[in-house]
């Protein structure tokens, strides 16, 4: 049965394809730990679990290998690679100095209607602040992505969103939650940099909503990797 939750929700909205969909729910399990490192990743299973053919799978399977999460064995499968805390730090770098011009740049080109998308899209994720955690983290996940993508989108660059997306592919952005949960501070911390780049984007200041971009993906990135490797110290 597939995974509804993932391939039915917020990817399907956005028109991804079935390939991007596993890719994502995939990319999820080897960073939490769900798939340890070394596990084996077979067609035929994949395609039972989520309810689809073995096309999409193994389009899937081709994308994680050159995204380096997988190594590819004929006739046998793909044995999951994971990416290092180290990987997962460089990504943030890239993303962050990636994203912090696209916050810049929207200083100077977003429009009304993207300024109530971007000033809105975490309302309703504070009122669910004292909901369970499975409310809280589905309004985290699409207020995050609206707020990312309003910036991106008016910061106007098609170059610029290809090699986030990409990036992006390498790494979802929304797999931090995972780490917030059960930690408010962490969670209102989070809250409150996305606040304050969006002040600094209306205000025009481009330095300061490069910078505060800038931080909070790294931020978002040394948490994961720190993350993960504790829990690779930890794996037996």
């Not at 995050?144 to 106007?156: C, P, Q, R, T």
């Not at 610029?160 to 930690?183: C, D, K, M």
Request: proline share 3%; net charge negative; charged share 25%.
């Amino acid at each position: 049965m597939a995974d509804e939750s993932v391939l039915d929700g917020e990817l399907a909205a956005q028109g991804a394809s079935m390939s991007d969909q596993l890719v994502a729910v995939l990319q999820r399990r080897v960073i939490a730990g769900e798939v340890p490192i070394g596990t084996w990743l077979r067609h035929e299973a994949l395609a039972e679990e989520f309810g689809v053919s073995r096309t999409p799978v193994r389009e899937a399977l081709r994308i994680l290998a050159v995204q380096g999460f997988v190594t590819i064995v004929p006739n046998r499968g793909a044995r999951v690679n994971g990416l290092s805390g180290h990987d997962i730090r460089e990504i943030g770098q890239v993303r962050g100095e990636l994203e912090g011009l696209a916050a810049a740049l929207a200083c100077d080109r977003i429009n009304d209607e993207q300024t109530e998308r971007m000033t809105h899209s975490w309302d309703a994720f504070r009122e669910s602040l004292d909901q369970p955690q499975d409310l809280q983290a589905e309004r985290w996940m699409r207020a995050n992505d609206e707020f990312h993508s309003v910036i991106l989108e008016a910061a106007g660059n098609h170059h610029l969103t290809l090699t986030i997306r990409e990036l992006r592919r390498r790494l979802p952005h929304n797999i931090s939650f995972a780490i917030y949960t059960g930690n408010s501070r962490l969670i209102k911390k989070n809250l409150a940099e996305h606040e304050a780049i969006a002040t600094a984007i209306l205000e025009q200041d481009h330095e300061l909503a490069r910078r505060l971009m800038s931080e909070h993906i790294r931020n978002a990135n040394d948490a994961i990797a720190y993350w993960v490797d504790k829990n690779t110290a930890q794996a037996p």
